[in-house]
């Protein structure tokens, strides 16, 4: 059964620490995405990264850093936490190819407190 | 950039009722297209998909098609059930390989008895 395993489902933090959310996919893909899903406003794309080292700005990056050091791995960094990234976060991963399925994990509910 | 309109929800119906959900994108190239579905406390999954022009995704009862013309992918269901109340995201890959995945902003569908 394909997985994507994100570390936490629910998260408190306070203003200004540096928040570490992770995902592991153990399907082998190339691609990996992280979104933020928020009432109203549908799932936008903050960083996604389509191999081992890589990654693109999405459509809201300011705030957030990732890092994939390993192939099953993206890390979805906060630099410094702010009230108004209180989300929830999903991450998703996919092969290269036209067309392909994303697989989604269960996400992490993050507060900012 | 790519981009996703859905209609405006929430929508209720009756169970056996007829259901169209509508969705239409902006996109350079020829994209390929999602519905994504979410059931309260679970993760995105795909409901269905089609990867070219005049393509029909089915799945589970639901159907759409890949209009280029009207550059539209609508979701419809001859006859909803209760079970069928989830949010419903439209969504679009880049004709690429690296399938950086757009999504609208979701719709939620409550089938009452």
């Known amino acids: 059964d394909v997985k994507v395993t994100q570390s936490s489902r629910y998260l408190v933090k306070r203003t200004g620490e540096k928040v570490f959310l992770e995902c592991v996919q153990d399907?082998?893909?190339?691609?990996m995405f992280w979104y933020r899903q928020d009432p109203g406003l549908g799932l936008r794309l903050i960083y996604f990264s389509y191999d081992v080292k890589m990654k693109e700005k999405g459509d809201i990056p300011e705030g957030y850093s990732v890092s994939r050091e390993k192939k099953e791995r993206f890390s979805l960094i906060l630099e410094s936490a702010s009230t108004n990234q209180t989300s929830m976060y999903l991450c998703?991963?996919?092969?290269?190819?036209?067309?392909?399925?994303?697989?989604f994990g269960q996400g992490t509910r993050l507060t900012v407190v | 950039g790519n981009s996703v309109t859905q209609m405006e929800g929430p929508v209720t119906l009756s169970e056996e009722a007829f259901l169209t959900i509508n969705c239409t994108y902006t996109a350079t190239g020829y994209p390929s297209l999602f519905w994504y579905v979410q059931y309260p406390g679970e993760g995105l999954q795909l409901l269905l998909k089609?990867?070219?022009?005049?393509d029909k995704g089915s799945n589970k009862g639901f159907e759409a098609t890949y209009r280029k013309e009207t550059t539209s992918f609508h979701l419809e269901k001859g006859s909803v059930q209760v079970s069928d109340s989830a949010v419903y995201f439209c969504a679009l890959s880049d004709a690429g390989a690296n399938s950086k995945l757009t999504f609208g902003k979701g719709i939620t569908l409550s089938v009452r008895p």
């Open positions: 089609a990867t070219k022009a005049d």
């Open positions: 998703a991963s996919s092969l290269h190819g036209r067309g392909t399925e994303a697989f």
């Open positions: 399907m082998d893909h190339e691609n």
